[in-house]
């Protein structure tokens, strides 16, 4: 009896095997636009100026991740920025952290977590793709990375900026980490070159005022950040746990491979947030998703969330759609 059960559980499973996957999703072939390569898009209107640099990366050297690495940048010693780099709001403690990543749509990719005094995480977390068998490093092991690197430490002051909002946050706090639906714009960029080589990168200060050791979803591949050149690349900002709850950035990507349109997957992905989040009203998210045709689409828990579009004909800001109105 026992090895009929062990058979016939055997033989099920190799039937199992034989059998299609069943589908709840869209058709895998469908028409794609033509002729929108290359593009680089970013998250939040601070995406501008990062694209500006992206772009000129882009059309100088040709290389989609030299030009998403030199974008964020931009971005990480903008000084008036409170939410990406050393300038961003610090954690509870008073410290700034910083996260980022960095992936190639070959699959290699490297980051950063929970990483003081570097100017350039994103430069860190590419290090960590390219000069290490690793993914990520955190921490103090990132810190000593970087000397390693020769990536000088700056000297841990909060900007003045920062340092008005701390004591402000103090005030009134009684020091719990907040969650709502201001306080982040981490950026992230997705490219693609003329050849349809794609690259990402996500780099950020974090929640402001976290708990001390808190990681987002930014230097996390497949939340913050997915890329895969027979695809397509998906990032995400806003309340980084509610988009490691569903690996925000891989779930769009998985879904675009299925058919669904770079718009379609980021509406499904917030779709599946809302449903995992009771206190949906508290918090805002929004995705940014480009394919291999070049086609994009971006969406938002909540309003308010713009992404930059740099392509051959346009340099524009757009408003992305957002689930609450
Ligand atoms: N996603 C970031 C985090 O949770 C926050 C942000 O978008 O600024 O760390």
């Not at 199992?16 to 636009?33: C, Q, V, W």
Request: hydrophobic residues 40%; contains cysteine.
């Amino acid at each position: 009896m026992k090895g009929r059960r062990k058979f016939l559980k055997k033989s099920l499973l190799s039937t199992s095997l034989l059998l299609p996957i069943a589908s709840h999703t869209k058709p895998i072939f469908r028409e794609y636009p033509a002729g929108v390569k290359p593009m680089i898009l970013s998250t939040w209107n601070h995406g501008m100026p990062a694209n500006d640099k992206a772009w000129q990366v882009l059309s100088e050297t040709g290389n989609i991740v030299d030009a998403v690495e030199e974008g964020v940048k931009v971005t990480e010693i903008d000084l008036d920025n409170l939410s990406v780099g050393l300038q961003g709001l610090p954690d509870r403690e008073g410290i700034v952290t910083l996260d980022a990543s960095i992936m190639k749509g070959t699959g290699e990719c490297g980051s950063v977590a929970f990483v003081r005094q570097v100017k350039h995480p994103i430069t860190l977390a590419r290090k960590v793709m390219e000069n290490t068998p690793h993914v990520m490093l955190a921490g103090e092991g990132a810190r000593q990375f970087a000397i390693k690197e020769g990536i000088p430490l700056e000297e841990e002051v909060l900007s003045r900026k920062a340092e008005k909002a701390y004591q402000e946050w103090k005030k009134k706090a009684n020091y719990q980490p907040i969650i709502n639906i201001e306080n982040h714009d981490t950026i992230g960029m997705i490219g693609i070159d003329a050849e349809g080589k794609m690259a990402g990168s996500c780099t950020t200060s974090g929640l402001a005022y976290k708990m001390h050791g808190r990681v987002g979803d930014s230097p996390i591949i497949g939340a913050g950040l997915y890329v895969d050149d027979e695809v397509g690349a998906a990032t995400a900002t806003g309340l980084g746990e509610a988009v490691i709850r569903i690996c925000g950035a891989f779930l769009i990507v998985e879904l675009m491979r299925q058919g669904w349109t770079p718009q379609e997957a980021c509406e499904e992905a917030v779709r599946r947030m809302i449903q995992k989040h009771p206190d949906i009203a508290d918090i805002q998210a929004g995705f940014l998703a480009i394919n291999k045709e070049g086609e994009h689409g971006a969406y938002a828990v909540q309003p308010g969330f713009n992404y930059a579009k740099h392509s051959t004909n346009e340099k524009i800001l757009i408003d992305a759609k957002s689930s609450f109105k």
